[in-house]
């Protein structure tokens, strides 16, 4: 009859990683957080008997699997990346995400439904990330910001990539949406959780960037007519700082000539508009016969 062979002895240093990754507050780790509790204990090395100052990634490596295989870590079943502590307890699929990817952050439907300004409940989990071009840039000043002035004089073996996260379909059962954006957009810490949801002005602002993730734009219209005044301090800067100019026309066009509201922060947007062109308020519908002269706008919801 077969037996199972005995795990491996833990070491000093694996020991004292394990009460390490325990005192973390989260469930979740990924490779990079873990490798980093491991860099912090080699900086200290008290009584663990190391051979070197640094650890490199097979000596990370090494440590993980013993964690792996003494049940303290386990790969999650939804970010295959990322891995459990399964002394702890599961999180919300809201927490999870912001948890596991640190550039993510609750948006459109989703973040509208946070703020009180939808009765709609989605079904899917909506979310922004930031596209592959605009990560780079975030990982590499995060990983600055972690190893200090040190980075510059380390070899690639003592540093750990942090590596891009791809959101699965579905997390804890519940589906996600997720718009990968070269734009990365404002957002805020949830008090009490995980999450981060965007900021309330860069709300409005993706409903006139991708109003089909909000509810389709006749919905979008009813929030900024019941909604836009009373936030509108927020909203005139993120449209101040919106990275296409139709952004301004739309929220021009919307506050001004739907709403009623004269401002010299929303007068100067009239700048952006342009003649001639096919600008449309929906940008998910063809562009229709009724116009805006002032905006220079096709007004095609409906």
Partial sequence: MD???????????????????????????????????????????????????????????????????HSILVRDYDYTAAYRILSKQNLSADDKACLIDP????????????????????????????????????????????YGDELDTLEAEYVFPLRRITHPPHVRGRP???????????SLPVRGTYARVSTIGQTFLDMLESPEKCGGMVHVLEIWQEHAKTYLTDIIPAIHQAPKSIHKVRAGYILDEVLGIDSPEIQSWQSFAQRGGSRVL??????????????????NAG
């Fill in 103 to 146: 550039f993510c952050y609750i948006s459109h439907l989703s973040a509208m439904q946070r703020y009180g300004l939808t009765d709609r409940r989605p079904e899917a989990l909506h979310l922004t990330a930031p596209a592959t071009p605009l990560f780079k840039i975030l990982a590499e000043e995060q990983v600055h910001k972690d």
């Fill in 282 to 299: 929906d940008p998910t519908k063809p562009f229709a016969s009724t116009y805006s002269e002032k905006w220079m706008i096709s007004i």
């Fill in 176 to 186: 996600l949406s997720v718009l990968y954006t070269k734009h990365h957009g404002l």
């Fill in 3 to 69: 037996t199972i062979p005995p795990s491996p002895k833990l070491t000093r240093l694996a020991s004292a990683l394990i009460e390490r990754v325990d005192t973390q507050s989260a469930p979740f780790m990924t490779e990079y957080q873990i490798f980093l509790l491991l860099r912090e204990l080699y900086k200290t090395g008290k009584g663990l008997f190391l051979r070197s100052p640094l650890p490199t990634v097979t000596d990370y490596r090494r440590n993980k699997n013993l964690l792996v295989k």
